[in-house]
């Protein structure tokens, strides 16, 4: 299986914001640096007939990942054009390149990238392959937090709604996913939108995903508590409770992420969260815990 990981020659196109003459040669310098030092690695860990997943710590002992939307998307789009998925390669991969990006992507950028990571995972061997889907809660889960034993396909874009996401489902079709653990709605509130609105959007995202992806399990994640003022804790108790009752009708299940990030009033715990609403290191490993035996509880099946 080591074979599938060994780099591919040829740079796949994508739109990125524009830059200078010098900063495109820097950056091609780079990549290919790290393309032939993650060949090298790659080659050798094969020749040792080691498995195939790879331990952070043989490339590289700097604990440094990306930490702005510029920079993350900087380094999927490295990731991309040496044919990999991000989430198959250590975490501060390419640091070289992304490290000073400062430029925004687009939201129609990350939609391009994602597509394109979406035509990769659809290529690659039949390993089972899982989905995130949803906004920026989704999108910085840590990579090396996910259950290594399946491939990952990052689909969440910062910002997005639940229109949103139902209008992206065609970018990754092709692809074959055993799963996709669905999150949504925090940014429908932060809009104003109706609880019906919201449940209206997530029955036609069930139904679809249903339709082009009939092998696949849905897995709809409850809306996270929060500790900010874009909606009390009883409405999203409420609104999840609807989110069971809709998932189950729809076939789809159901799983309670909140139970275990709420406080005793019902807002997300404060040592879970940077702002009040995204999660830090300690939240996203309690998600990890809770990811983790529901995949195994789905492997089992």
């Known amino acids: 299986m080591l074979d599938s990981l060994i780099l591919a020659s040829t740079q796949i196109p994508l739109a990125q914001p524009i830059a200078s003459k010098d900063e495109l040669?820097?950056?091609?310098?780079?990549?290919?640096?790290?393309?032939?030092r993650l060949n090298q690695l790659l080659l050798k860990l094969r020749s040792q007939s080691r498995p195939e997943t790879i331990a952070a710590t043989e490339f590289s002992p700097a604990p440094t990942v990306p930490k702005s939307g510029s920079q993350l998307y900087s380094q999927r789009v490295a990731a991309l054009r040496t044919g990999h998925l991000s989430t198959r390669l250590p975490s501060n991969s390419f640091q070289s390149i992304w490290s000073h990006a400062t430029r925004q992507p687009t939201y129609e950028q990350w939609r391009e990238l994602m597509a394109r990571e979406a035509a990769i995972a659809a290529k690659q061997p039949t390993q089972r392959l899982n989905v995130l889907l949803g906004d920026s809660l989704s999108l910085w889960f840590p990579s090396d937090r996910l259950p290594q034993s399946q491939t990952w396909l990052n689909q969440a874009i910062s910002g997005d709604t639940t229109h949103g996401i139902l209008s992206r489902l065609s970018d990754f079709a092709a692809t074959r996913p055993h799963v996709i653990y669905l999150m949504a709605g925090i940014n429908d509130l932060k809009q104003g939108a109706t609880d019906n609105e919201i449940l209206w959007n997530m029955r036609q995202i069930i139904t679809q995903l249903?339709?082009?992806?009939?092998?696949?399990?849905?897995?709809?994640?409850?809306?996270?508590?929060?500790?900010?003022?874009i909606a009390s804790s009883d409405r999203i108790t409420q609104l999840n409770h609807q989110l069971r009752a809709l998932s189950i009708r729809n076939g789809a299940y159901f799983l309670d992420l909140s139970t275990q990030m709420a406080d005793a009033a019902g807002n997300l715990r404060q040592d879970f969260t940077t702002d009040g609403l995204h999660l830090n290191a300690k939240g996203y490993a309690t998600w990890q815990s809770i990811l983790t035996k529901a995949d195994g509880a789905i492997a089992s099946r």
């Open 25 to 36: 040669s820097l950056h091609n310098q780079a990549v290919q640096a790290e393309k032939q």
């Open 210 to 229: 249903r339709q082009t992806q009939p092998q696949a399990t849905v897995i709809v994640q409850s809306v996270l508590p929060t500790r900010s003022v």
